[in-house]
């Protein structure tokens, strides 16, 4: 394959949507009967569906129910399994795992060969899409134990990584990955926005300096403002795309292309994906936020059916000028995020947003806290950078303080900490105040 080629899978990438329609409708059409032939699960939370009512993919919306993580969790207790949405024999299973378990108990999905094959080729794209090249040596940090970090390291194979260096991404470790990218001098980065952001501060803080080996990274686990990824190109000469997704429940991901105009959906000739209102369920309006909800049609293992992902996405108006014409997505927040402050509510994106506006706070970590009863402050935590001096810190502050009022437009408590929660490779970005 050409390195100069400017998509993946010209035939798959670069569609005609009329074509990729159909394509999903027959897919939907298929999986519904699949699935209720198959899954103890689906068969009961299908059961007045009949699959050859649904002639257009309106119909498949208006027939078929939204599902969500918690019905996965019920179901597993009513079938007494884990999988309970399993179609295939267990022999059949090639890859298995649970989710993190951020938001509570932990689920877990199921791939056959022709799944993994599937998740593999999609994982290929996005690397390609990202600036992946034959040759480039990848330096992978995310969470060992899920299928994706499997996903991850063969779709960078098949995307002509040279070799793969493979760790976590614990706090506790940044300076080893330091040294790590010093001694074997990767290419190509993937790792979360909070762990490159306390890469390049432990880096800058040795006697080597902050240079970094990478040209290219791409970033996972937040949303990450313009003027942060300009900080990045500029400061460590890393070109910087983000990665968002749904890896602990199906291993499908959305990323940038060098346009940097929102992150295209990789796998929409597999799956299908619709964007509703998360209050009512019906189609958000064009140029609306809503929420993502996936339904996986071409997975034979552990399929889902319209399954409300909680991730508050933009969908992004024309084509792309790199020629894919998937849908392009922003990824905003999850709805479970929303921080109530003065009779309004404010979500991390928008802090981020607004920080990444500040030389004071471009590319720190932040967390927000969620009171109780609401309050009429918005209380901003904020990560202490290793290179903000003692008796600098006061007037920092002030200056945040006054440029996030100015931003949110309303008023903000600032305080800086050394150290934040983090689950795996992201800081938690809501802090819930206890009840007492």
């Not at 993946?8 to 329609?21: F, I, K, L, N, Y």
């Not at 970033?219 to 749904?246: C, P, Y």
């Not at 929102?262 to 000739?269: A, F, I, K, L, T």
């Amino acid at each position: 394959m050409s390195d100069a080629r400017a998509l993946w899978d010209a035939a798959a990438e670069g569609m005609a949507p009329e074509v990729r329609q159909a394509l999903q409708l027959k897919g939907v059409q298929a999986l519904l009967a699949w699935v209720k032939e198959r899954s103890p699960m689906q068969r009961e939370r299908l059961a007045q569906v009949d699959p050859a009512a649904v002639r257009s993919l309106a119909d498949f919306a208006a027939l078929v129910p939204l599902s969500t993580k918690d019905d996965l969790r019920a179901a597993m207790d009513r079938v007494g399994s884990a999988l309970p949405h399993l179609c295939v024999p267990r022999e059949d299973i090639v890859l298995s795992g649970p989710s993190a378990g951020t938001s509570g108990r932990q689920t877990y999905q199921a791939f056959d060969a022709h799944d993994l094959d599937r998740n593999v080729e999609l994982a290929a794209r996005l690397f390609w899409c990202s600036g992946m090249r034959p040759g480039d040596v990848l330096q992978m940090l995310v969470t060992p134990f899920t299928p994706a970090a499997d996903i991850f390291r063969l779709g960078a194979q098949r995307a002509g990584a040279q070799w793969i260096i493979r760790d976590n991404h614990e706090p506790a470790q940044v300076p080893r990955y330091v040294e790590v990218a010093r001694s074997l001098k990767p290419t190509f980065l993937q790792a979360g926005v909070a762990t490159l952001r306390a890469m390049a501060q432990h880096a800058a803080a040795t006697p080597e300096g902050g240079a970094l080996p990478y040209r290219r990274a791409i970033l996972m686990g937040a949303a990450l403002g313009a003027e942060a990824r300009e900080q990045f190109r500029q400061t460590l000469g890393i070109e910087v795309t983000t990665l968002s997704g749904q890896g602990s429940d199906f291993n499908l991901f959305s990323t940038e292309c060098p346009a940097h105009d929102g992150e295209h959906w990789h796998g929409e000739d597999m799956t299908l994906v619709e964007v509703i209102d998360p209050a009512t369920g019906a189609p958000a309006h064009e140029g609306d936020v809503g929420e993502m909800v996936i339904t996986d049609f071409y997975r034979h293992a552990t399929p889902h059916v319209r399954w409300r992902t909680e991730d508050m996405v933009r969908v992004h108006p024309g084509v792309c000028s790199c020629g894919r014409t998937s849908r392009r997505f922003t990824l905003l927040d999850r709805l479970a995020n929303r921080v109530p402050v003065r009779g309004s509510a404010v979500y991390p994106f928008q802090v981020e947003t607004a920080l990444s506006r500040s030389d004071d706070g471009r590319n720190l970590e932040f967390a927000l806290v969620r009171r109780a009863v609401e309050p009429q402050t918005l209380e901003v935590r904020l990560l202490r950078p290793a290179t903000l001096a003692a008796d600098a810190t006061a007037g920092v502050m002030q200056r945040l303080q006054r440029h996030l009022d100015a931003e949110l437009k309303l008023p903000t408590q600032v305080s800086f900490h050394d150290d934040l929660p983090r689950v795996g490779y992201k800081t938690v970005r809501v802090l819930d105040e206890p009840r007492n």
